[in-house]
Each structure stands twice: as C-alpha cells, then as structure tokens.
T-cell receptor, first 111, second 113 residues
Framework: RKEVEQDPGPFNVPEGATVAFNCTYS??????FFWYRQDCRKEPKLLMS???SGNEDGRFTAQLNRASQYISLLIRDSKLSDSATYLC????????????FGQGTTLQVKP | NAGVTQTPKFQVLKTGQSMTLQCAQD?????MSWYRQDPGMGLRLIHY???????DQGEVPNGYNVSRSTTEDFPLRLLSAAPSQTSVYFC????????????FGSGTRLTVV
C-alpha cells in the first residue's frame, strides 16, 4: 500500500464549478500536510499547508481529518488556470524534512 | 534570483554510461533531496541530506550515489545508466528551521537508450 494515496483522475469540470480532491495517508505519525500544484512538465510548487482546524486561501480550502487519516482540497469557482496536477504531501514525525508525495490528481477545467 | 538550480535540463545517455546531475541552492538550506518522477508513480525520494557531510538513502537509492561536501551543492551520480532510470529528476531543498515548503529545481529530463 502506498503511504499517500490519491485518485489520479482526471477530474474534468466546467469553469465556475466546485471540485474536491481527497487524499489518504497510512502513517499515523504523520506530522505536517501540504498540497502542491504541478503544471505540465514543470516543477511542483507549494499551494498551501493543511492545518488541523482547516484553512482557506482565497478559493482554496484545505481540511485535515487525523482520525480518518485523510486530507482534502476544495476549489471553488474553478478557473481555466487551475488546470494542473495537485499533489498531496505528508511529512512524518521528526525534523529530517523528508516529504512523502502522492501520485497526484489531475484537474482539467473546461470553458 | 535565489532558488534551486539544476543542470542539465535534458540529457540522453547510452546504457552503461555514467553522469552527474548537478543541483545548487543559494538559500542556505540545510536539507536537500533528489526525487524522480515517473508516470503513475508520483515523486519518489532517491537520496537526501540534512547538512554538509551527511547523506542518507530514500525510497529508491539503487544505481545512484550522492555526496554533500558543501551546503550549496548536492550532485546526483548515475554510476552505470540503465533504461529503467529514464525519468524526470527533481532536486529540492528546505530550511529545517523555517520548515515551510520545499523549493524545487526545474528538473532534469533524462533518457537512457
């Protein structure tokens, strides 16, 4: 079983739609959680951290459920520019900095 | 601009050849790492380092060597290239003290024929 699992998609949605991605992780010692965005043939870039209380950044909302070991990302009012692959990322306990990446979920926003 | 610089951007190797992928960062980050990305597999950790002189293996270290003689540089060596090493390679760094988000290099696309 992979340490971090995501539905690879693709999710095809019209502009303006709301879309949600989920991610599950297997290591209960996981400490920090992130969503990264990766555009085609580019490097991943940090989208947002995920906090236990949930957090929002504009049209993006991230949630963490430690009991069920899943993380979610909600995108409201989808834009064409949101088309990308979204990577769920987990850091296990300790300060080595090592991150575990999910395989990513691909979003395609259509006009 | 500050960041992570990877070279080369593209490389084609013949089976059995060796080469070094270069990675340099100018942010004084303690932690540096190498990942490979393959379709359907996501990013997999090859090797990482928490400071000069300290390296450790990740998930898929076989066929690769690393060294960290300075804080800035973390080269990845392919000892004897194999077609299975055809991939996109990313170098990433992070400050262990600030600990917020990796900075990635732009990647090296390697093809082994």
């Amino acid at each position: 079983r992979k340490e971090v699992e995501q539905d690879p998609g693709p999710f095809n949605v019209p502009e303006g739609a709301t879309v949600a991605f989920n991610c599950t992780y297997s290591n209960s010692a996981s400490q920090s959680f992130f969503w990264y965005r990766q555009d085609c043939r580019k490097e991943p870039k940090l989208l947002m951290s995920v906090y236990s209380s949930g957090n929002e950044d504009g049209r993006f909302t991230a949630q963490l459920n430690r009991a069920s070991q899943y993380i979610s990302l909600l995108i409201r009012d989808s834009k064409l520019s949101d088309s990308a692959t979204y990577l769920c990322v987990v850091k296990v306990l300790g300060n080595t900095g090592k991150l575990i990446f999910g395989q990513g979920t691909t979003l395609q926003v259509k006009p | 601009n500050a960041g992570v610089t990877q070279t080369p951007k593209f490389q084609v190797l013949k089976t059995g050849q060796s080469m070094t992928l270069q990675c340099a960062q100018d942010m004084n980050h303690e932690y540096m790492s190498w990942y490979r990305q393959d379709p359907g597999m996501g990013l997999r950790l090859i090797h990482y380092s928490v400071g000069a002189g300290i390296t450790d293996q990740g998930e898929v270290p076989n066929g690769y060597n690393v060294s960290r003689s300075t804080t800035e540089d973390f080269p990845l060596r392919l000892l004897s290239a194999a077609p299975s090493q055809t991939s996109v390679y990313f170098c990433a760094s992070i400050s262990l003290q600030r600990g917020y988000g990796y900075t990635f290099g732009s990647g090296t696309r390697l093809t082994v024929v």
